[in-house]
């Protein structure tokens, strides 16, 4: 059974940069993707970032190319999600997925069948 447990939320104010990680159980680097998501308030999940954890492809919603990058660590089984010129429109609650397969990584919340408990995020 794949657990995952995100970390690294908290409040922070505008421009400024947090660092979320997931540290993943029951999964291997070699499975799949991992990948970002977050809900906000009133609003649908969405994707953020997803990596291809065999090698390391990654993507990325358009509202966050260029701030945010994902990255692993292997020998931790932890994916990590750099967040930088934070908006106030990025606080939402945080979650971290994995996907088994090797069909592609693109971050739709509907193909991804594990997911952690979430972290919150807030920019004021």
């Known amino acids: 059974q794949v657990q995952l447990v995100e970390s690294g939320g908290g409040s922070v104010q505008a421009g400024g940069s947090l660092r979320l990680s997931c540290t993943a159980s029951g999964y291997r680097h070699t499975d799949g993707c991992m990948g970002w998501f977050r809900r906000a308030p009133g609003k649908e999940r969405e994707g953020v970032a997803a990596i291809y954890t065999p090698g390391d492809g990654t993507y990325y919603a358009d509202f966050v190319k260029g701030r945010f990058s994902i990255s692993q660590d292997r020998s931790k089984n932890t994916v990590y999600l750099q967040m930088n010129s934070l908006k106030p429109e990025d606080t939402a609650m945080y979650y971290c997925?994995?996907?088994?397969?090797?069909?592609?990584?693109?971050?739709?919340?509907?193909?991804?069948?594990?997911w952690g408990q979430g972290t919150q995020v807030t920019v004021s």
């Open positions: 997925a994995a996907k088994l397969g090797h069909s592609g990584c693109d971050p739709n919340p509907v193909v991804f069948a594990y």
